[in-house]
């Protein structure tokens, strides 16, 4: 990866997957989580969702776990406006703290594995603590070739029950699932797309042309198929 040519690219953007605030806001509601909480955003990238627990969460204490700087500032940044109470750190997510009586981790799980990811964080949670997290789930077995060539890179990809199955050989059980599908893609293509036309204006060197144009060939496929491709938000808690 030319992590230079990817920052030119998707330096603070305001996400890096798909996702709304809905989503959080589902997970609150099933939970009933509220007051002086402790909340984890593992893998929390440029930290749209950790701004918006911050927000819906007043009392609570949170912190945003990153592998890369670029977006440890971002997040940092963005949460400025909450003090203390809301901390991003560079670090990785397999070790994320705790106790916490969330761990939302919205398209970052897959790096762990779900089953090998869920265990780790068994110590990490509170009593009664719950892990929120979205992962690629496949709708149908036949799908449009774009959606074929979508999930190329994630040949792990399954259907929910195969999530399901993935969170119970964690020792976790499934307590609902959302499905995440057009808008909050379009929520991350969109100001994507628009960066790519700004920055092919600017006569960009040669890697970042290769950037650009992979970033633009992801799009084009979720476009082609974009009611084909979703990530489901799993809401789970150990047993
Ligand atoms: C697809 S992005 C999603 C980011 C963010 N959750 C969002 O929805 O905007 C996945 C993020 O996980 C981060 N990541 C991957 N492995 C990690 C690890 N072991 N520890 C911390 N962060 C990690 C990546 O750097 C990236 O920012």
Redesign the pocket.
């Known amino acids: 990866m030319d992590w230079e040519a990817f920052f030119t690219l998707h330096h603070d953007l ?6 709304a605030p809905e989503d959080v806001d589902w997970v609150l509601d099933e939970t009933g989580l509220t007051g002086a909480v402790s909340v984890c ?9 950790l701004e918006t627990l911050a927000d819906r969460l007043p009392e609570a204490y949170l912190t945003g ?4 700087a670029g ?1 440890v500032a971002t997040a940092a940044r963005r949460c400025a406006r909450f003090g203390d109470r809301v901390q991003v750190r560079q ?4 070790e994320p703290g705790g106790p916490h009586d969330l761990i939302w ?4 799980l897959y ?2 594995g779900v089953t090998e990811g869920l265990k780790s964080w068994r110590s990490a949670l509170a009593p009664g603590g719950f892990v929120a997290f ?1 992962e690629p789930v496949k709708l149908q077995d036949e799908v449009p070739q774009a959606a074929q060539e979508f999930w190329q890179e994630y040949p792990a990809i399954t259907d929910l029950s195969g999530i399901a199955a993935r969170v119970d050989a964690a020792g976790y059980d499934v307590l609902g699932h959302r499905l995440i599908v057009g808008q909050p893609w379009e929520n ?1 293509y969109a100001p994507l797309r628009r960066r790519i036309a700004e920055l092919r204006a600017a006569n960009p060197d040669p890697a970042l042309v290769e950037m650009l144009d992979m970033n633009a060939r992801e799009a084009a496929l979720w476009e082609a198929a974009s009611d084909h491709i979703a990530y489901a938000l799993m809401l789970v808690r150990p047993r």
């Open positions: 305001p996400r890096e997957g798909p996702g955003d593992a893998g929390c990238g440029p930290g749209g969702d776990i990153e592998m890369q977006f670090g990785d997510m397999a981790c919205a398209g970052a790096f762990l979205s991350y």
